[in-house]
């Protein structure tokens, strides 16, 4: 990773690293913790890109383990059979492959496009806030929201 983007990351990432951590028998809080851990890691040494789900879940199977041998006596965990176990349940839903297709997607938009989902999911624009912006009425706002949804929606259709 050039540069590393935590809140993508954590998008990506967090909610299943904290999954994960509680399937090894992490408590909510000891999964907060090792997830956090996790993240100052990957800021110290960012994973490799094509990686980077597997570097994240061994970071924090590291990370869990070791807190839990200062905290409390270790319950012998076959790795291995937990490992598929999660495969097994977090399998590969083609949610990734989606979310590769809506980033082709978002990156074919005009930029005027590409502005407005910037806007109102990223910086978390109000309706009133894109139409002061982009000088458009609020039925112009909510006209174009709706289009470029469509069409992000078409085009991942289209290459899935």
Same mark, same amino acid.
């Not at 590393?4 to 090894?24: A, C, E, K, P, S």
């Not at 005009?110 to 990223?122: C, F, G, P, V």
């Not at 009425?137 to 085009?155: H, M, P, Q």
């Given at each position: 990773?050039?540069?590393?983007?935590l809140?993508? $990351?954590?998008r990506?990432?967090?909610?299943?690293?904290?999954?994960?951590?509680?399937?090894?028998?992490?408590?909510?809080?000891e999964? /907060?913790?090792?997830?956090?851990?996790?993240?100052?890691?990957?800021?110290?040494?960012p994973?490799a890109?094509?990686?980077?789900?597997?570097w994240?879940?061994?970071v924090?199977?590291?990370?869990?383990?070791?807190?839990?041998?200062?905290t409390? @006596?270790?319950?012998?965990?076959?790795?291995?059979?937990? /490992?598929?176990?999660?495969?097994a349940?977090?399998?590969?839903?083609?949610?990734?492959?989606?979310?590769?297709? $809506?980033?082709?997607?978002?990156?074919g938009l005009?930029?005027?496009?590409?502005?407005i989902?910037?806007?109102?999911?990223t $910086?978390?624009? *109000?309706?009133?806030?894109?139409?002061?912006?982009l *000088?458009? *009425?609020?039925?112009?706002?909510?006209?174009?929201?709706?289009?470029? @949804?469509?069409?992000?929606k078409?085009?991942?259709?289209r290459?899935?």
């Amino acid at each position: 990773m050039p540069e590393l983007d935590l809140d993508t $990351l954590w998008r990506d990432h967090g909610v299943d690293l904290q999954r994960f951590l509680r399937v090894l028998g992490a408590s909510h809080a000891e999964a /907060e913790d090792a997830t956090q851990e996790v993240f100052l890691q990957a800021l110290r040494t960012p994973p490799a890109p094509g990686n980077t789900a597997a570097w994240l879940r061994t970071v924090a199977k590291n990370a869990f383990l070791k807190s839990v041998r200062k905290t409390r @006596k270790i319950v012998p965990l076959d790795m291995q059979t937990i /490992e598929q176990d999660w495969a097994a349940v977090a399998g590969d839903d083609g949610a990734q492959g989606k979310v590769e297709a $809506l980033k082709r997607c978002i990156a074919g938009l005009d930029e005027r496009e590409k502005q407005i989902l910037h806007m109102r999911y990223t $910086l978390n624009y *109000s309706r009133e806030q894109l139409g002061e912006a982009l *000088s458009l *009425s609020d039925g112009g706002v909510k006209n174009l929201l709706e289009r470029v @949804k469509y069409k992000l929606k078409a085009c991942v259709e289209r290459q899935g």
